[in-house]
């Protein structure tokens, strides 16, 4: 098979699957998100330890003291710091809270390096299933439980690989220590040493996760495998050398100009459900030497199971495809469908959703309340985002649908990842309650509020639904293709939240302000 051929198969299956081949990459996401949680548990755990013995309050009273006026007029130098402050700022670093931030670290590295093994065994199977099976999602639980330690196996030996690559560039800086020059000199030496290795390493484990799931091996044959490719089809591996520095140089540059923009979170919604679903299919479509097959049947299969789902949704016949724009807007109708569904039929999840988000709203402001912090309000609110803030509407848009797509796949991690955005999220909103005027707060929060925080809810909810899953599963009272249909739900469900954020967003860029400004005169 082609290069070409290949190139084709992953634009197809992206274009003809994405019902298959999303749901795939948010579970990806939502089982990263795990990595985030002993980092946020150790920022929990170090406000709680500063608050309980006084080091907090203390900091508060020293910032309250400073004169900031006469400050902003003098040389932002260190002698410009009032001692108090210095001196309160120092006492914040305890043993304590030092190794509650070096375990949460650790912690963190540790559950990273899992939640990637097990994320990859989840791509890349679904990747496959949706190449030549049609139902990418079903492979995709499957394939965790089959594939996932040899999968991590691999993501520690490309860790392994880094490590072993920091070295050279580590012993060329300790020069610095004999002198200016060697250490310059042995730094470049030691920094371009350090790019071969981790360049070649890489390369060489770069189709190990595909003989996984194509052949059928275990992590020493992947490793063989993989080693061995590019000297069985060295055309395809250098074809692959290029196409990835075209989709990551790619990135980069969208990155680059969406940041310029200011959007930058639409590269967070582009590289991970688009940019990545196309070079691990390419990848996927290159190493089994197979193009794209179309599967009637599967396809058919998966959308009455989604019909089923999204409680009322309509069958598509995967033979008679629709235009793509029609497709696109009966997906985002269905969405909405989907949302009042699972509203109506999963109030217990919502439920403990909507508790954990109004317990840490509570304690956000009692903890900002009780120090008598007051935070002005803007001078002018309703210029707060200039113009026309098309920028800030976009912006905000994709960040509430990537908190919400967390939130709800999220839940594959046995709800933690959703319950600390729950708790996030919702101390966020208590705690700027505690330190901002009734009337500013409600001014300013309201009109948005009340179109995106339920639906930041109801996406917590549904992290939680699949936690009640994916904890059917483990005790073996629910089957994996339960699962998948959860995970197809929750792909509908952010589908319909997507309408209601993009609602909000443009409420809170465009109306807030001018609203505000009517009410605070």
Known sequence: MTVGTSLQSAVRVLVDRPASVVPVYLLVVGLNAATRVPILAGIGAVIALLAADGRLQALLDALEAVDLESLDQQEPTPEAIPPELE??????????????????????????????GVGSAAAINGIYGCL?????????????????KPFVGLGLAKFGVILVGVVPVALGASLFAVSTTAGIAATLVGGLLSAVIVFVGLAALAFA???????????????RRSVGFPFRRPVPFLAYLLVALGVFGGLSVFGGISGALGVSQLSGIVGPLAAIPFFDAFKTALYAERSFEPAAAAEGRIAAIDAAEADGGTPVDS???????????????????????????????????????????????????????????????????????????????????????????????????????????????????????????AALVAPHGVIELPAIVVAGGLGFHLTVLVAGVLRGNRTSAELAAGLRLAYRVLLGLAIVLVVAAFVEAFLTPPIAGVVLG
């Open 87 to 116: 001196a309160a700022a120092a006492d914040l670093v305890t043993p304590e809270v030092v190794v509650v931030i070096v375990a949460a670290g650790v912690a963190s590295l540790l559950v990273g390096l899992v939640a990637n």
């Open 132 to 148: 030549y099976r049609g139902d990418g999602v079903a492979d995709a639980v499957v394939g965790v439980g089959q594939d996932w």
């Open 209 to 223: 996760g595909q003989s996984v799931v194509v052949d059928g091996v275990g992590f020493g044959g992947a490793l």
């Open 319 to 441: 033979t008679a495809r629709p235009p793509y724009r029609r497709r696109i807007v009966t997906a985002f109708r269905e969405g909405l469908a989907a949302v009042g569904g699972f509203v109506r039929h999963h109030p217990g999840p919502i439920l403990a959703a909507t508790t954990l988000f109004g317990l840490a709203v509570a304690g956000g402001w009692r903890l900002t309340a009780a120090y008598a912090v007051d935070l002005p309000a803007s001078s002018d609110p309703g210029a707060v985002f200039g113009t026309f803030p098309a920028g800030v509407f976009v912006t905000i848009a994709a960040n509430n649908w990537l908190v919400s797509a967390t939130a709800a796949y999220g839940g594959v991690v046995l709800g933690l990842p959703t319950a600390a955005d729950m708790l996030l999220n919702g101390f966020i909103v208590g705690a700027l309650a505690g330190v901002v005027d009734p009337l500013v707060f």
